[in-house]
């Protein structure tokens, strides 16, 4: 099955920083990579998300990228605010139908630091 | 994005109690829904897959007769926690996809049911 490397488990930034997050998964039929944003106490929050047959895809201070031929994908935050700290969950899934089905990475805590 | 519904947000229950978590679609109807379990600080863990008007497919290492699923509606699946003891106690949490967005098969999440066994 599926397994889905995210680093780093832990990331402190000052606030307006970028703040960058790695994920790299195993199967190579996955083609549908979300990210999800965890507040503590509340259920994860899709912010972005990206298929396989684009690169790159962007929405306002985030970013995703995609190397499909390295099987990894990365979150990118610019001008970091205090509000953005949160755990941060990366997944992948093959897609299509019931195939939707998530493969976690284990979550970066982000600290904004004002 | 599409709103997923989870309620209650929080129980507490007496050992050897059952409680049920219901998650529901509010503006879309959804075939397929998945419940999972998280831990502190760990991450996500499914634990099952609720198909509308058919069995649930569970993980491995998922009691079934533990964990009843009820998937009776498009728009409403029910996880029944039975028997519940302390090592039950966990952040419970649903998720649904929807299908019908332009972008396709993403997957949204309740607010997550914290649930407490004394």
Sequence with gaps: GENVEQHPSTLSVQEGDSAVIKCTYSDSASNYFPWYKQELGKGPQLIIDIRSNVGEKKDQRIAVTLNKTAKHFSLHITETQPEDSAVYFCAASRGGGSNYKLTFGKGTLLTVNP | ?118
């Design chain 2, 1 to 118: 994005g599409a709103v997923v519904s989870q309620h209650p947000s929080r129980v507490i229950c007496k050992s050897g109690t059952s409680v049920k978590i219901e998650c529901r679609s509010l503006d879309f109807q959804a075939t397929t829904m998945f419940w999972y379990r998280q831990f502190p600080k760990q991450s996500l863990m499914l634990m099952a897959t609720s198909n509308e008007g058919s069995k649930a497919t569970y993980e491995q290492g998922v009691e079934k007769d533990k964990f009843l699923i009820n998937h009776a509606s498009l728009t409403l699946s029910t996880l029944t926690v039975t028997s519940a003891h302390p090592e039950d106690s966990s952040f419970y949490i649903c998720s649904a996809g929807d299908t019908t967005g332009t972008g396709g098969e993403k997957l949204f999440f309740g607010s997550g049911t914290q649930l407490s066994v004394l």
